[in-house]
């Protein structure tokens, strides 16, 4: 909707809100006073003329930032949406998953436990203790989560490829990621081919697109992926999750 407005305004060179505050002014439509936080304030000629250049230069000269920051808000929407349902699909496999990463997490433990004891030395000790630090607790992540899900779904004749299918995930998360740092990413570098148009993620950059058409094709790739995990899995959720799930 967005864009369809733009190209509205842009097919006539966004001369009507110019023209429209003249008219206001020079037909006395205007009564002088407005309210701002409550209070009456009246408005010369020449603050209104400001006023008008302001909105020009927000609606023209920085018209890339404006669809830049929707871009972002359509970006973290679409994945937190798809974050979301994923996780309640993996809650319909009880303690399943949960039992699956701990049980995996405490052979970790074990292992390293055991090759902490064997070192003979400081420096292997160490080396050993800060591979146990970096074993996860008992909080699962949405990419543990996802890649729970979908290896489900693959057991089942998963009609898509499922190597490009955790790419593409795997590319929107980190591009999601992006909003707690102003838009700009801060992991190492991450391209992706989708439909023969590469998507790159800059270390220290924000995403740049050639085509803003591009990302919102590649985007509509999780509905694709979402609708195929629920088709596969719709016989191990129960009745009222799906339809909650397919809705």
């Not at 927000?58 to 920051?69: A, E, K, P």
């Not at 790159?200 to 995403?207: A, E, R």
Request: hydrophobic share 35%; with cysteine; net charge negative.
């Amino acid at each position: 909707m967005f864009f369809i407005c733009s190209e509205i305004s842009n097919s006539v060179q966004a001369r009507p809100l110019a023209a429209l505050l003249t008219q206001i002014l020079n037909e006395g439509h205007y009564g002088k006073k407005i309210l701002i936080q409550g209070e009456p304030y009246t408005l010369s000629r020449d603050s209104l003329s400001d006023s008008l250049d302001c909105l020009n230069d927000l609606f023209v000269n920085r018209y890339d930032q404006t669809v830049g920051s929707h871009i972002l808000d359509f970006q973290v929407s679409i994945f937190s949406a798809f974050e979301c349902w994923i996780t309640k699909i993996s809650e319909n496999y009880g303690n399943e998953m949960t039992e699956r990463y701990t049980f995996s997490r405490l052979r970790k433990y074990r292992k390293h436990l055991e090759d902490y004891e064997k070192a003979s030395s400081e420096e292997e000790k160490n080396k050993h203790l800060s591979r146990l630090r970096s074993v996860p607790g008992n909080f699962i992540s949405f990419p543990d989560k996802f890649n729970f899900v979908i290896n489900k779904a693959s057991e089942k004749n998963y009609p898509r490829d499922l190597r490009i299918d955790k790419d593409i995930v795997d590319f929107i998360r980190a591009a999601r990621n992006t909003v707690h740092n102003g838009g700009v990413h801060k992991g190492n570098d991450i391209e992706l081919v989708h439909k023969e148009v590469t998507h790159k993620l800059i270390k220290n950059k924000p995403m740049f697109h050639e085509d803003y058409n591009d990302l919102i094709d590649l985007c509509a790739s999780l509905v694709d992926i979402y609708e195929s995990i629920i088709t596969v899995l719709k016989n191990d959720i129960d009745k009222e999750s799906l339809r909650d799930l397919s809705t």
